[in-house]
Antibody, heavy 118, light 112 residues
Framework: QVQLVQSGAEVKKPGASVKLSCKTS????????VTWVRQAPGQGLEWIGW????????DYAEKLQGRVTMTTDTSTTTAFMELRSLGSDDTAIYFC???????????WGQGALVTVSS | QSALTQPASVSGSPGQSITISCTGT?????????VSWYQQHPGKAPKLLIY???KRPSGVSNRFSGSKSGNTASLTISGLQAEDEADYYC????????????FGGGTKLTVL
């Protein structure tokens, strides 16, 4: 069965970076994209970006452009997202998920809480 | 780009039908048949309910249906059940100089 298992919760200080991982299984990794979505406490879903596992192409949300980098490791079928220069408004649950060709998201990871606090 | 517009909350009684709207613009919802809907229960990851405006993934109840007219997409839930109480989000594909997904602000459904 399709699974996306994310790394654990992180606590970071303002200005630091965080790198999250997302281990996938149960499907052919390079035939789908991987997208990252975050949700601040009590707020809605915010799209961060996506990566084509097939060719490494990425698109990022304009507001995060320059601070975010998404990569994949096809040998371990794992996706990564690094977010730099963290601020308090980056505190959120970060989800990785499988992105289909119709730009819908059919399988989600369990989420990873990132807390940015001094 | 601004989030798609959804009502903050809707409510209904068991057995009734409700509709949640998702209003965008001619640059997003109005331009593509790539609107999705997600259900999220507290503390859980979202679940795909509808994709490509009106298609249901395997395993999703046929009580959930989607449609679109112009710049507004809609999710209808018929025969409301207690377990339908959750947050619902729409999303649309958008293509400008890049490709991205635009989410709605979310709608809290209360089953009375």
């Amino acid at each position: 069965q399709v699974q996306l298992v994310q790394s654990g919760a992180e606590v970071k200080k303002p200005g630091a970076s965080v790198k999250l991982s997302c281990k996938t299984s149960g499907y052919t990794f390079n035939t789908y994209g991987v997208t990252w979505v975050r949700q601040a406490p009590g707020q809605g879903l915010e799209w961060i970006g996506w990566i084509s596992v097939y060719n490494g192409k990425t698109d990022y949300a304009e507001k995060l452009q320059g601070r975010v980098t998404m990569t994949t490791d096809t040998s371990t079928t794992t996706a990564f997202m690094e977010l730099r220069s963290l601020g308090s408004d980056d505190t959120a649950i970060y989800f990785c998920a499988r992105l289909r060709s119709g730009w819908d998201i059919d399988f989600w990871g369990q989420g990873a809480l990132v807390t940015v606090s001094s | 780009q601004s989030a798609l517009t959804q009502p903050a909350s809707v409510s209904g009684s068991p057995g009734q039908s409700i509709t949640i709207s998702c209003t965008g613009t001619s640059s997003d919802v109005g331009s593509y048949k790539l609107v999705s809907w997600y259900q999220q229960h507290p503390g859980k990851a979202p679940k795909l309910l509808i994709y490509e405006v009106s298609k249901r993934p395997s395993g999703v109840s046929n009580r959930f249906s989607g449609s679109k007219s112009g710049n507004t997409a809609s999710l209808t839930i018929s025969g409301l059940q207690a377990e339908d109480e959750a947050d619902y989000y729409c999303s649309s594909y958008v293509r400008t100089t890049t490709s991205y997904v635009l989410f709605g602000g979310g709608t809290k459904l209360t089953v009375l």
